[in-house]
């Protein structure tokens, strides 16, 4: 099933004003010191975050993840996350390890010297027992709407909206300037930034070159021919890249007015 048939490129059409919004966002020209990238990656990271977690809701959905085991979905949508899921669960850093993309984005965090403590306490809270709202007040991060919406499209909204807002509003938001920024960043300060450059191209290499293809089919199956499905599709996916120019807005005021703050 082709990625370019009528219903997909409908959608893709219905989105490109704001995914055009997204990937030549003002935010990308902000960034010209690793201070800059340190302040983008503290912030980013939550969205990293809550991308794994929806990546877990549509498996869940579309896969037996309880006991007993019993076959469950279509076999084929089954392949197509459980494929997304081992890449992304299970990820390569350089020296060949295996870490999930977000714990691989923290790495990269690390050598950079973004300060991971938000993160950590957003985790470390959720484990104490604190409700993701809760959680998220305490941790402070501009990032909390954003984490919010995912989330409630994660427990309100059916599965085809779910797969399509994962496809659209997740995937293919890598703009190449700011993959040559982080390479020239990392030209300068290789040790620091050369797992982030890592990073952005390996998930360039599964995350859209690959990836992208299995959604595509697993959108396109989920919402088959319902007109309403399309629907709420497509304005789920507005929804989200709207709420990711908001994010993005954020990024850009943290960088300019209250780096301290960041990399306190």
Not at 12 to 27: A, F, G, M, T
Not at 45 to 69: E, H, I
Not at 171 to 191: H, Q, T
Request: hydrophobic share 40%; glycine share 2%.
């Amino acid at each position: 099933m082709s990625h370019t048939s009528p219903r997909i490129q409908r959608l893709r059409d219905d989105i490109e004003p704001l995914r055009q919004q997204l990937v030549s966002h003002p935010v990308y020209d902000h960034i010209r010191s690793l201070d800059d990238l340190r302040v983008f990656m503290e912030i980013h990271v939550f969205a990293v975050w809550d991308y794994m977690s929806l990546l877990k809701a549509l498996q869940r959905a579309l896969t037996c993840v309880t006991l007993p085991w019993m076959p469950s979905g279509a076999p084929h949508l089954r392949y197509h996350i459980n494929k997304i899921v081992l890449e992304e669960e299970s990820n390569i850093d350089p020296e060949g390890r295996h870490l999930s993309h977000f714990e691989l984005y923290l790495e990269a965090m690390k050598l950079a010297g973004a300060n991971t403590s938000r993160i950590q306490s957003l985790l470390d809270n959720l484990r104490s027992g604190a409700s993701l709202t809760e959680a998220l007040e305490q941790t402070n991060t501009p990032a909390k709407e954003f984490v919010l919406h995912t989330f409630d499209i994660i427990e309100n909204s059916v599965v085809p909206v779910q797969a399509a807002v994962f496809t659209f509003g997740r995937e293919d938001l890598i703009p190449d300037m700011y993959l040559s920024i982080v390479r020239k960043l990392s030209e300068s300060f290789p040790e620091q930034v050369g797992m982030f450059q890592f990073y952005l191209e390996r998930f360039m290499e599964i995350g859209v070159d690959h990836h992208s293809h299995l959604a595509y089919q697993m959108t396109e199956e989920l919402c088959l021919d319902d007109d309403t499905l399309w629907h709420k599709a497509t304005e789920a996916v507005k929804t989200s890249l709207t709420n990711r120019l908001h994010l993005w807005d954020a990024v850009m005021l943290a960088i300019t007015t209250r780096k301290e703050e960041y990399l306190a």
